[in-house]
């Protein structure tokens, strides 16, 4: 502290600034006249800094989550901080990580002192890294932790699986496994007793007998000393052997004198203890004689660490070493909640190809599927009779390889023969009007107009297989020639202003000429999609102008231009046949557009 005096310029009695313990002090002034003088004593008082003393409960040293109490004494106010968090004085809080508080006290004088510890919080959650793989097999699960990883089946309780940084189990379909980490604080060791404390326990006499204890060893612990009761000066001896007194694990001799003989005498011994049943702890043969009990014993003699079962004589006998000093580790650890980790198992796609027969010198289409894969031929194939194979890899980067399947190139002309009605061309009487006669395209009055026929493949994505043209005759009947492979197709029409049709189940095209009628049935066509335009007579419906698969008031203004335009002559707007475009082929229009006809295939 820094000292005052007045007028300034004189001396003081201690030193200034002043760093002792409190006193008094004294101020001398001399003026410019050579006159001195000095001021009465001043106090100076020295207060003293609190002493802080810190209390941790439970530890120093805690697991992530648990809770933390600090207690400081010796000042009047307290202030903790770690820059995380405040902790009141002497209030449990859980700590966020491991940190080193400080604690400032402030006693009734105002003065202050700071105090710090550190605190170990182990936050041993695992870091997981999972596996997926396609089909069954092997995954190789990983994890890392500061301590033990246990690998387990369950979140919580179930056997125990494996242990370490790494598990590879195998698995046939997705599975949870769940690991954890525990983490060793720290250590300590447990003393404790066991046996009679003396041969105080019933009568009994020196002995050297080959006779011995038996005793279990529990868990892993030190015989750190017994109490012998020796019959003569000279050397103790005694051993530890195996559960059959075959094999001597441990042996330790003292040297007693004449002034021990007879008194309980501490025998350090410090073997290690291996957990096992039938140990067996024997007086040495050139061991002097030692006290032994002949009654009051009462086995078993117990703790959790070992277990003095009996002796080789009697269940009242009690042979050679009493009170015993056991010293056990205990290990204090932290262990966190268990991780889930995941094994993924992704199944092979199920991958199929179709055999192919087509007529030589034509290009197929090969079939496999799902879409999206590749085939071992060329697709389309125009080659010679062989097989083929695909493969595909869907979206988790499974891969699945199809059996083989046979392109068999066949010289082949299969014949289709149809009979099918336009709604719009209808007459009656089973006729259609000779429309491109009417439209002065064709002179014949046995033809109605050109169609397309289409064969389609029976699975998705009902692929073309070939088309053709041909003339639709008055009647309702046309015939066509395709060079595709024998086999089963659907059969699509279509026609300049008639919604397409196809076939309601798909057709055998074989060497023989197929037939296929239209007009019989409205189960016919798929979904049943055709007019009644005569008692037991069905006919495709009439209107798709644009041709977009839907009878609807897109078509109407392609209509009311021709008619406005008084056109005549070959327009897909002559919806009768008639030859000319006017107002005869609107009602037809009109209704379908109301009935929401459009096209219906698969």
């Excluded at 015993?324 to 199920?350: E, H, K, L, Q």
């Excluded at 299969?414 to 006669?437: R, V």
């Excluded at 109301?594 to 295939?601: E, K, L, W």
Aim: hydrophobic fraction near 35%; include cysteine; charge should be negative.
């Amino acid at each position: 502290m820094t000292l005052t005096g007045n007028p300034t310029g004189g001396i003081f009695s201690v030193s200034n600034p002043y760093l002792g313990n409190s006193t008094t002090y004294t101020y001398s002034y001399t003026n410019a006249f050579g006159c001195s003088s000095t001021s009465p004593p001043a106090t100076i008082t020295v207060n003293s800094l609190p002493a802080l003393s810190v209390t941790v409960i439970p530890d120093d040293t805690i697991c992530n989550g648990s809770l933390l109490t600090l207690n400081a004494q010796g000042a009047s106010t307290y202030s903790w901080t770690n820059g995380q968090n405040t902790p009141a004085n002497n209030i449990a809080f859980t700590p966020l990580a491991s940190s080193t508080y400080t604690v400032t006290g402030v006693n009734a004088n105002g003065c202050s002192s700071t105090s710090t510890i550190p605190i170990m919080v182990f936050n041993q959650i695992p870091t997981v890294t999972e596996e997926t793989r396609c089909g069954a097999g092997v995954v190789n699960l990983s994890a890392s932790g500061s301590g033990a990883l246990s690998w387990y089946s369950q979140s919580t309780g179930g056997s125990l699986l494996n242990t370490g940084n790494t598990f590879s189990p195998a698995v046939s379909s997705t599975t949870t496994y769940y690991v954890n980490n525990t983490q060793v604080m720290s250590t300590s060791n447990v003393i404790s007793t066991l046996g009679p404390l003396n041969n105080s326990i019933g009568t009994g006499a020196q002995s050297t007998l080959a006779q011995w204890l038996t005793y279990n060893v529990l868990q892993a612990c030190t015989l750190q000393s017994v109490v012998v009761y020796p019959g003569a000066a000279g050397n103790v001896i005694l051993e530890q052997r195996n559960a059959t007194g075959t094999v001597i694990l441990n042996t330790t001799s003292i040297v007693v004198t004449p002034s021990q003989v007879g008194t309980a005498v501490t025998m350090i011994l410090n073997w290690p203890f291996v957990p096992g049943n039938g140990y067996r702890i024997y007086r040495n043969t050139a061991s002097v004689a030692l006290y032994r009990n002949s009654t009051g014993g009462a086995y078993p003699y117990s703790n959790s660490s070992v277990s003095i079962t009996g002796n080789s004589v009697s269940a009242n006998n009690y042979w050679w070493a009493y009170n015993w000093t056991i010293m056990t580790p205990v290990v204090n650890y932290c262990t966190s909640t268990r991780v889930p980790v995941t094994a993924t198992i992704n199944p092979f796609p199920t991958v199929t190809v179709s055999n192919i027969n087509a007529c030589a010198g034509n290009a197929v289409s090969l079939v496999g599927h799902p879409a999206g894969g590749i085939y071992s031929q060329p697709n389309p194939y125009s080659g010679p009779s062989t097989s083929y194979t695909y493969t595909y890899t869907d979206t988790n980067g499974c891969t699945g390889i199809s059996s083989s399947a046979s392109i068999t190139m066949d010289t082949c002309s299969l014949t289709l023969n149809l009979k099918l009605f336009l709604q719009g061309y209808y007459l009656g009487s089973g006729l259609m009007q000779p429309t491109l006669m009417n439209e002065g395209v064709i002179a014949s009055s046995s033809i109605t107009d050109a169609i397309i026929i289409e064969l389609h493949e029976t699975v998705p994505p009902y692929a073309t297989a070939s088309s053709t043209t041909t003339f639709l005759n008055t009647n309702g009947t046309a015939s066509c020639t395709f060079h595709v492979p024998v086999g089963s197709y659907y059969i699509a029409i279509k026609h300049r202003n008639t919604i397409e049709t196809w076939s309601s189940n798909p057709v055998v095209l074989s060497t023989s000429a197929a037939t296929y009628d239209f007009t019989v049935a409205d189960n016919q066509a798929y979904e049943e999609n055709m007019k009644e335009v005569e008692s037991g007579i069905w006919a495709f419906y009439s209107g798709d102008i644009n041709l977009d698969d839907n009878i609807d008031l897109l078509d109407a203004p392609f209509l009311e231009n021709d008619i406005n335009d008084f056109y005549s002559g070959y327009y897909a707007t002559d919806l009768n046949g008639d030859g000319n475009v006017d107002l005869l082929d609107s009602p037809m229009l009109e209704d379908n557009t109301t009935a929401f006809i459009f096209s219906a295939h698969p």
